[in-house]
């Protein structure tokens, strides 16, 4: 079973030709409103992978909380610890250009009230996973809690914040991209670097994505793996962290290896850029495992 404690946004796409540059205003004849939030992205990745999926998190008293809501269920998440609160749903601003790249801005709004409360009984041998897009404390309080009832922790440092060391002692497995790494290892190194000296600095597993080149990962032992990109022509890479992050924890929660985990979710990342949205464009089951051939398996990382 995977919980997911985390956000849940509506957000509003501008599919436009070029991002705007600062002070400019680019002009884009319409918006699509559509559910999205780095939590609730990756429960329905989770879900869709085919893990039996719960969300934990807060919606606001106002009309955007029900399709937002009805979206999770409909890839197959388990809503009922879902709270909701006054105030605004999450809400996020979507700027994508036609090329695939994009900026985003987001307003917390009911993500703010999530509490560590909320997540209920924990049970040994499954899997928490965790963003930094609600309360810092409250996601360390998820972590730990769930560490002691020996549950897997998965943190995805995204947004990346600061955390405390004392936090990332109770992770098993730390998910971040290349910006991410530098903020936290210090950039002063390569990826493989940063990810072998997270990992031995806290005995965890450290995945550093890489954009069109892949991901790596690095195990508390030293042992690392590196798969590439699926090639894809791409339409929007909002939702592909996201399906990485929630397919990889699936997998893992219904017992792949690390190495095979680690394929499936490159190339659920790689099929999420085909297809605009961000929760829209995750691919399932059978998708996944059509592609796999396309994609070679994840091969030994050397020690540099």
Excluded: Y
Aim: proline letters at 4%; one cysteine or more; hydrophobic letters at 50%.
């Amino acid at each position: 079973m995977i919980t997911v404690f985390g956000s849940i946004n509506a957000d509003l796409f501008f599919t436009v030709d070029t991002l705007p540059a600062r002070g400019e205003t680019v002009l884009t004849p319409s918006v699509t409103l559509q559910p999205g939030g780095k939590g609730a992205n990756q429960a329905a990745a989770a879900a869709r992978a085919g893990a039996p999926t719960r969300f934990i998190g807060c919606v606001g008293e106002d009309a955007l909380a029900a399709p937002v809501l009805d979206a999770l269920r409909r890839a197959g998440c388990d809503v009922s610890g879902v709270r909701t609160v006054t105030g605004a749903t999450g809400t996020a601003a979507v700027m994508v250009e036609r090329s695939g790249e994009n900026q985003i801005v987001v307003a917390s709004g009911a993500n703010g009230a999530v509490t560590a409360g909320q997540l209920g009984s924990l049970a040994s041998g499954d899997t928490l996973v965790c963003q930094m897009e609600v309360p810092v404390e409250e996601t360390a309080a998820a972590l730990e809690a769930a560490s002691r009832a020996g549950m897997r922790t998965v943190l995805n440092l995204a947004p990346a914040r600061p955390v405390d060391s004392a936090v990332l002692d109770t992770v098993d497995l730390l998910i971040l991209n290349e910006g991410e790494a530098a903020v936290l290892a210090g950039a002063d190194c390569a990826p493989a670097a940063q990810a072998r000296r997270l990992a031995g600095d806290h005995g965890l597993t450290c995945v550093v994505t890489l954009g069109g080149d892949g991901a790596l990962a690095v195990t508390a032992g030293g042992e690392g793996w590196r798969v590439g990109a699926l090639a894809v022509e791409a339409v929007d890479t909002v939702g592909a962290g996201d399906a990485f992050v929630g397919v990889l924890a699936a997998s893992l929660d219904t017992g792949l290896t690390l190495a095979a985990a680690f394929h499936r979710a490159s190339v659920a990342a790689g099929l999420a850029c085909t297809r605009p949205g961000a929760m829209a464009a995750l691919p399932d089951a059978a998708e996944i495992e059509a592609r796999l051939s396309a994609l070679p398996g994840a091969a030994q990382l050397g020690d540099g």
